[in-house]
Every structure is written in structure tokens, then in C-alpha cells.
């Protein structure tokens, strides 16, 4: 197996994903270390008491910036594969706060690839965001910039055997800043404020995220971004689900969003190929041999291809998402 023997380090570890990443690497995958790297020291103690290190011998806690270089040195010593989870994610923050933003989802995705390349790091996956996609607000920018650092990053490694790759996909299910805890939060009051009844997202829940990282992780020769393929579904149909019984209140759409969200774009559609539960965007440029051995099994998409969310053949139905609720 891919994490078999392995020092593996996640940066944002505290967060939704990385809770759910330690979980299901804990107790599947028993790497040779996990270790949880995240600035915040009371989320890490608070995670601690879910995943001790007294129960799991392999668990470490690291208290770090990834906007601070030098402790990203010692953070990255001895070790084989990180997963780059750290971003300043929220929207409206992004705008009041931009170069806040820069520093930690541009600045800090530089120290990491350049950290990794010289602590012999061997893989570095990071994740994305549907909004890198035509970006319209800065935390979009920033992811854009962020992916672009990452691919481009297979370019910086010479003779070193480490590889740079990127996943992509929509809104997590359940995940701290979704819009399924606030309704589900909201429906008591009898009301759900809806910003545009048009509005469609890709969903995904937090598991089939970190298995698709982990998927990823053991396919991944460098320079790809991985797309899986994700439902969509409308707000409207959401907001039926989760409260049935409340009235609506249309407020329109919040600076910085979207009616729709795309995952892949015409123009990266043009060196894209389909895969059987995902497609894989590869680079654009040439700068790589490695480039030339493309994962095997894909196919061209047909001319004008996009991947919206409300031109996506698979629709989460109302009985799916009370099963992904439910669970």
C-alpha cells in the first residue's frame, strides 16, 4: 500500500478534512507516522483527545505555519508524502483580509514545494477548489495561483525523485462553513434565507473526499489535477430536503459567488482526459518528460466540454442526500 512504512504530514490537519483523513488512515492504512501539522493549538488538543497518541503510537501533533519556512524544515525532516489541506477559505474574509489570504494559500503553498524538494520529500498532493476555476473572488485567485505553483512545481525538482500533483472538487457535505450545517441549524426558526433559486452545486462527502485523495495519492506520477466525477444538485432541492416544512427568504447571491460552479473549463477541457470515476487535467506545458506518460485508459473530451455544475448529467436525488444526511 501506498502509505505502508511511510511518514506522512498534513498540513491544516485539524481542520474537516484532515479529521476525517486521520480517521480513515488510522484505522485502514496504519502508516509507519501521521503527523498532524496546523497552527491552532486548541483544535490540536481538542483532536487529541478523539486520536491520543497514547492510543495511536504513530500520531504526532506539530504546531506550525505554513507560512513559516524554518519550521516547515523541521516539520518536513524524514518525511515521505504530504497532504496540503492548509488555506484561509472563507470568501467575504478573503476580500476584507487579501493579503492575508496571499500569504497563506500563495506564499505558503511556495515554502511547502520548495521545503519538500529540499527535505527529500517524495510526494506532495494538494487540494483545491471548484472555485480556481474562473475566479471571480480572491480566494479563488489565490487557489488558481496556488495550483499553478504546484504543477509548476515538477519543474524545480532536477534530479530528485518528488512529484507535485493537485486535486480538485466541489462542496463538502457537512463540512465547517457549508451551507447544509446552516440550514440544518436555521430550520427551527421556520425560515432558510436562499440567495438564488438557480443555484447548483457539485457535492461530495467528507469520506469519499480522503479516499479520493488516497486513490490519488497511490496514481499520481506529477503535474496532474484530479477531478472526480461529483452529483450536483439545486438549492432548492437541498433546502426541501433538510427542511421541508420552512418558508423562503431570496436574499441574492453574496459578493464573491456564484449562480453556478465549473470544476473543469473549455479551455482546460482541451488537455483533459476521462477516466472511469474522474478526469485528470494535465499540464499545459511541455516542461516535462514525465509529462509524456500520461496515466493509462484515458479519453479526449469531445470539443466545447465543461464540467458545470448545472450541465452535469448526475443529479444528487432527494433520497441520496437523506442517506449521506443519515450517515
Known amino acids: 500500500m501506498i502509505l505502508k512504512n511511510k511518514t506522512l504530514l498534513i498540513t491544516g490537519g485539524t481542520g474537516s478534512f484532515g479529521r476525517k483523513f486521520t480517521e480513515i488512515v488510522l484505522k485502514e492504512y496504519h502508516p ?3 503527523i498532524i501539522f496546523s497552527r491552532d493549538e486548541l483544535k490540536q488538543f481538542e483532536m487529541s483527545q478523539i486520536f491520543s497518541e497514547k492510543e495511536y503510537k504513530n500520531i504526532r501533533y506539530f504546531i506550525g505555519d505554513v507560512r513559516d519556512k524554518e519550521r516547515l524544515y523541521r516539520a518536513l525532516a524524514g518525511v515521505d508524502i504530504v497532504i496540503h489541506t492548509a488555506a484561509l477559505k472563507q470568501v467575504p474574509a478573503g476580500e476584507y483580509n487579501p493579503f492575508e489570504a496571499v500569504k497563506t494559500n500563495i506564499l505558503g503553498a511556495e515554502n511547502i514545494i520548495n521545503v519538500a524538494i529540499d527535505q527529500g520529500v517524495g510526494k506532495v498532493l494538494a487540494l483545491s477548489t471548484d472555485k480556481a476555476v474562473n475566479p471571480i473572488n ?17 519543474s524545480y525538482i532536477g534530479q530528485k525523485d ?47 473526499g480522503v479516499r479520493f485523495v488516497l486513490k490519488c495519492l497511490a496514481k499520481m506520477i506529477g503535474g496532474e489535477i484530479f477531478v472526480p466525477k461529483l452529483p450536483s444538485m439545486n438549492i ?26 465549473v470544476l473543469i473549463s473549455k479551455d482546460e477541457a482541451l488537455h483533459t482526459l476521462e477516466y472511469e470515476d474522474c478526469f485528470i487535467i494535465y499540464s499545459a506545458f511541455p516542461w516535462r518528460t514525465i509529462q509524456k506518460h500520461r496515466i493509462a485508459g484515458g479519453k479526449p473530451l469531445p470539443p466545447g466540454f465543461s464540467y458545470r ?3 452535469n448529467n448526475w443529479c444528487l436525488t ?10
Not at 138 to 154: E, R, V
Not at 185 to 206: A, E, H, Q, V
Open 162 to 208: 518528488i512529484n507535485f500533483s493537485v486535486v480538485r472538487y466541489g462542496n463538502v457535505v457537512g463540512s465547517r462553513g457549508s451551507v447544509i450545517p446552516l440550514f440544518q441549524k436555521l430550520s427551527s426558526t421556520g425560515k432558510l434565507p436562499i440567495t438564488d433559486k438557480r443555484m447548483t452545486r457539485f457535492w461530495i462527502t467528507l469520506d469519499q
Open 32 to 34: 509507519k507516522k501521521l
Open 236 to 261: 432548492m432541492d437541498l433546502a426541501k430536503v433538510i427542511a421541508p416544512k420552512c418558508k423562503y427568504e431570496f436574499v441574492g447571491i453574496r459578493p464573491g459567488e456564484k449562480i453556478h460552479e
Open 138 to 154: 480572491l480566494y479563488g485567485a489565490t487557489k488558481l495561483c496556488s495550483d499553478k505553483l504546484f504543477i509548476a512545481g515538477n
Open 318 to 327: 432527494p433520497e441520496e442526500l437523506r442517506k449521506i444526511l443519515g450517515e
Open 309 to 311: 455544475s448545472d450541465k
